[in-house]
């Protein structure tokens, strides 16, 4: 897929990996991009920024109604769907002791709401016999994200849940990526960054901290591609083929990482 002429539609464009696939998908060419936040300010300011092409709107991804009036609306203001990006996304920085709340809503804004958008903007898709959904996971996803248990558990439930709908939907026209990118330079790696929080330092140990545009990038290049797994940083390839080949010497070198840090 090419944007060119595209509606898409994204959630979480308050930060850094949202706005800059807005603006991108904008400079490709796209015919409409609806760009939604929790924070309807953020997402007012980020239409603003992208341009007349660009449609703010307020939403709770974690709201279902609101997921499908979302949806409703974009078909009816420009007759259909081309694109949806689950982006929207939390982190908890909070191991086992995460409390139920944080837990829980880790649980709604990384996988739930995946499944309440899939449901809304697929019956249009199919109709059409063609739809892209594009599903912000985690290279933690596919690895670990060390100090953030909830954001694991449900960042690899993300990638599991992609990979159903790709497999399942792929034969009727319906193209699935998940893009899991590692350490990128937004507000969510910057807090625990600024905190010293243990897994933002194991990120920033890991690989290079990636400017939002350069994660835009590789979006494009993977929707060229219609690739499902979609790694702006290549070496994660690397890490999940040793974690799948031999996990406890995947383990070890995390935990050998981990003693460094703590040191
Ligand atoms: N920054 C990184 O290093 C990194 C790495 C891998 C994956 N990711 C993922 O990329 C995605 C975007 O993250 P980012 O780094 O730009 O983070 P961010 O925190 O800067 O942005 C996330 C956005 O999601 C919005 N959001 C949160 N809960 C919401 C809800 N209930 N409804 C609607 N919007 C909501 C926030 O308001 C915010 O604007 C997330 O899914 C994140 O998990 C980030």
Redesign the pocket.
Known sequence: MNLTDRVAVI??????????LAHRFAAEGAAAVVV????AD?ARADAADVGPVAHAAG?????EEQVRALVTDTERRYGHIDLFC??????TAAGLDAADADWD?AW???VL?HVHSARAVLPGMLARGQGYLLH?????GLLTAVGDAP?TAT?HA?VGLAEWLAVTYRDQGIRVSA?????????????GLATGHLGARV?AASGA??H?DR?ADAVIAGLAEERFLILPHPEVAQHALRRAEDPDGWQAGLRKLVRRLRA
């Open positions: 959630t979480g464009v308050g930060g850094g990996i949202g706005a800059a939604a936040d929790l924070d953020a939403l709770d991804v974690t709201v689950a982006n929207a996304g939390v982190a809503r709604r804004v990384n709401a912000t996971c985690s290279a933690a954001y960042k993300a893009l899991c990118p590692q350490g990128v330079d937004t507000p969510m790696l910057a807090e990120i901290v990636l939002p994660v």
